[in-house]
C-alpha cells in the first residue's frame, strides 16, 4: 500500500463514530442530497467496512482516485470532509449596502399605479436613487434573501367562531325564507370607480349566414361611483350617483328609499360593516326610523351581500 492507504484505511474506522454512520446514512436515503454527495457517502462506508480501493471503485463506479481521496478526507475532516470546499469565485460586485437597499425596497409599499415591485421596477426605482442594479441582480438579491415580492398572501381573513357563524345565518336565512309579509327586503352597497364606457365602432345586426358583429374596443369616460339597492328577490336595484361615500351620503340614499316605498310596507336592509353604515349618525335615523330594519353581515364577509354579488357578475 502507499503511504496515504496505510495511514488512511485504518483510521477511516477509527474516525467512523456511531453519530457519523447515522448522519451518512441519512445523506444517503435523503432524496434532497445532491448525487456526488451520496457517492462519497458510499464510498466512505466501505472504506471503513475494510474494502480497498480497486473494490470501492468497481462496486460504487468511480475512478480510482476518487475511491482514494475521500477516506482520506473523512478521516481527517469527519463528515464536513465530504463536502466541497469553498471556492474564492469572482468577487462581489455590490457590497452589503446595495443589497439592503434592494431588500429594504421590496418590502416596502408598492410604488404608485402597480400592486406588487418586480425586479425591473425595483431596479428603476433604485436607478432613480443613484444606485444601478440590473434586474437580473435583483432577483439574485431577492432569491438569496428569500423575499418574494411578487407574491401575495391575504391576511384579513374570517373569525371562524360562534358569531360569525350566528350572523351568516341570520343573512341566509332571510335569503332562503324571506322576511315577514309586508317586508321589501333590500341589499345594499356602495360600488365605486365604475369605468363608463361606450362601444368605439356600432354593432352590426345579424343577418341570414351572418352573426352579429360587436367590435371590442371602447371608449373610456372617466369613472363614477354609486350608491345601489337591490331588491333580492326581483333583482331590480335602485341606484343613486354619489361624489363622497360617507354618512350623509349614505343618509341621503336612506331618504330617497323611504319616499319611494308605499308607506305600508316595512323595509329590511342587508349591509356590510362600512363606516357610514354603522356611523352613530346612521344609527339614529335608524331609530327615529322605526319602518327600516337592519341585518349586518360578518366582517370580513361582504360576499353574502347579495348586491355586492352582483356587481362582480
Not at 500500500?1 to 477509527?14: I, P, Q
Not at 480497486?54 to 477516506?71: D, H, N
Not at 421590496?106 to 428603476?124: C, D, I, K, M, N
Request: charged letters at 20%; glycine letters at 8%.
Amino acid at each position: 500500500m502507499s503511504g496515504l492507504m496505510g495511514c488512511g484505511w485504518r483510521t477511516v474506522a477509527e474516525a467512523m463514530t456511531v453519530k457519523r454512520h447515522r448522519k451518512i446514512d441519512q445523506i444517503i436515503a435523503a432524496g434532497s442530497s445532491e448525487q456526488r454527495l451520496v457517492q462519497r457517502a458510499r464510498i466512505v462506508l466501505l472504506a471503513a467496512g475494510g474494502a480497498g480501493p480497486t473494490e470501492i471503485a468497481r462496486v460504487v463506479g468511480c475512478s480510482l482516485p476518487t475511491a482514494r481521496v475521500w477516506p482520506a478526507r473523512f478521516a481527517a475532516r469527519g463528515i464536513p470532509g465530504l463536502f466541497d470546499r469553498p471556492r474564492p469565485g469572482r468577487p462581489p460586485v455590490h457590497g452589503p449596502s446595495v443589497r439592503l437597499a434592494v431588500v429594504a425596497t421590496a418590502t416596502s409599499l408598492s410604488p404608485s399605479g402597480a400592486s406588487v415591485w418586480t425586479h425591473r421596477t425595483l431596479a428603476g426605482y433604485l436607478a432613480g436613487r443613484g444606485l444601478q442594479v440590473s434586474p437580473a441582480t435583483v432577483g439574485r438579491v431577492l432569491a438569496e434573501a428569500e423575499v418574494r415580492p411578487h407574491r401575495v398572501r391575504g391576511w384579513l381573513n374570517r373569525a371562524d367562531n360562534p358569531d360569525f357563524w350566528r350572523q351568516a345565518g341570520e343573512v341566509c336565512r332571510l335569503y332562503l325564507d324571506g322576511p315577514v309579509d309586508g317586508t321589501l327586503l333590500l341589499s345594499v352597497d356602495e360600488k365605486t370607480g365604475i369605468q363608463a364606457k361606450s362601444r368605439k365602432h356600432p354593432e352590426i345586426p345579424a343577418r341570414p349566414g351572418r352573426d352579429t358583429r360587436r367590435e371590442f374596443e371602447y371608449i373610456r369616460h372617466g369613472t363614477v361611483s354609486i350608491l345601489a339597492a337591490m331588491d333580492v328577490f326581483t333583482g331590480q336595484v335602485i341606484a343613486q350617483r354619489i361624489g363622497r361615500n360617507n354618512s350623509a351620503t349614505f343618509l341621503d340614499l336612506l331618504v330617497m328609499l323611504d319616499q319611494c316605498t308605499a308607506p305600508d310596507l316595512r323595509i329590511h336592509l342587508i349591509l356590510d360593516n362600512g363606516s357610514s353604515h354603522s356611523s352613530a349618525a346612521t344609527r339614529a335615523w335608524f331609530a327615529a326610523h322605526p319602518r327600516f330594519t337592519v341585518t349586518y353581515t360578518p366582517k370580513h364577509a361582504s360576499w353574502l351581500n347579495m348586491v355586492v354579488r352582483h356587481e362582480v357578475a
